[in-house]
């Protein structure tokens, strides 16, 4: 029986004596700290309806975030990074479609269909990969999507920058779905001695 990709991660993840490249590990655990931290800051200052403020937390989260994806050597700081993804997408969104329910009700739906869509592209990922296949989430890519969130917090543009925050993950999905569809079909032909 071969294992599968998501077995071999697991075993990976609980090797203590997992070897780090990069940054120093201390480095990298106060990075995800800060980057955690911004991103309660930018939930609460958005919660307490100060979008601009919430902004910069925002900004600064992802700034740090983008300088941990270089140090995300190990596969612990490989799935810290995506859980703080998962948290930075879930924590704004869910607090801008909270404070927007009553004034643009809009808005705050398509922050919810944005999360949807954040989840289930983070799945089709997460699904390739454990099942051994190529596939990749780049660091522009994150960049730019939570990019969109920071300059929607900092100008206001919330309706617009939702909208393509939500075409961008919906595609992104699409993309990683029908790559793991072809890279099946493609396993499955070679298991019948097609390919």
Known sequence: MVANRGDTLAAEMLRP???????????????????????????????????????????????????LS????????????????????????????WVWRGSDPAASVLALVGLAASYLAAYER?????LGFRGSEAVPYRAVRQGLLVVMLLTGWVRALLAVFVILTVFAAGVRASNVAAQERRRQLARWGMG
């Open 17 to 67: 004596d997992q070897p780090t490249t990069g940054h120093p590990p201390l480095l990298t655990v106060l990075t995800m700290l800060v980057a955690a931290e911004s991103i309660g800051a930018g939930t609460w200052l958005t919660l307490a309806n100060q979008r601009v403020l919430a902004g910069f937390a925002a900004l600064v989260a992802l700034i740090v975030m983008v300088f």
């Open 70 to 97: 270089p140090a995300a050597s190990s596969v612990r700081a490989r799935f810290a990074e995506r859980m703080l993804d998962r948290l930075f997408d879930a924590c704004l969104l869910a607090a801008v479609a």
């Open 126 to 130: 997460a699904r390739g990969e454990a």
